[in-house]
């Protein structure tokens, strides 16, 4: 049904819908194909999703007006409804719709933020593991 609102547009295999960190102007609905969402940190891209048909990504930087926090890129050939922000702002013009979207996409941030935080501390926690086997195996 969101598809509906947007204009369709065609990507193709490996062309990006746009990049972390950029400002977001508009949402997807993916009317058919897939679209990786990816986070990219420290040079190497991690997938966070694969969204097929129906599926809608974008939608958080509208509401929040933050960056956007991953990139999202075609697998494949992709149809795709492209919802601008005037469109968007009149979907949820509810006033109470729409506070309840902004907070749920301000948690799902923050949820995001922890999750790399604690990404993070892993990549520490294995790395001061691995010094220590190593320390080990050079006393024994």
């Not at 102007?25 to 940190?41: F, H, P, Q």
């Not at 509208?62 to 005037?86: K, M, N, W, Y």
């Amino acid at each position: 049904m969101l598809e509906h609102y947007g204009a369709l547009r065609c990507f193709h295999d490996g062309e990006v819908f746009f990049r972390q960190g950029a400002r977001g102007e508009e949402m997807y609905v993916v009317r058919s194909g897939k679209v990786a969402i990816y986070a990219t940190d420290n040079g190497v891209d991690t997938t966070l999703a694969v969204l097929g048909q129906h599926d809608f990504f974008g939608e958080m930087s509208l509401l929040t007006g933050e960056p956007r926090s991953a990139s999202a890129r075609a697998q494949g050939e992709v149809e795709a409804s492209v919802i601008d922000r005037e469109t968007f702002n009149r979907i949820v013009s509810e006033p109470l719709v729409h506070d309840m979207l902004v907070r749920m996409s301000q948690r799902i941030r923050d949820v995001d933020r922890e999750l790399e935080k604690l990404s993070s501390s892993e990549v520490i926690r294995r790395e001061h593991i691995s010094h220590i086997i190593e320390q080990r195996q050079w006393f024994a």
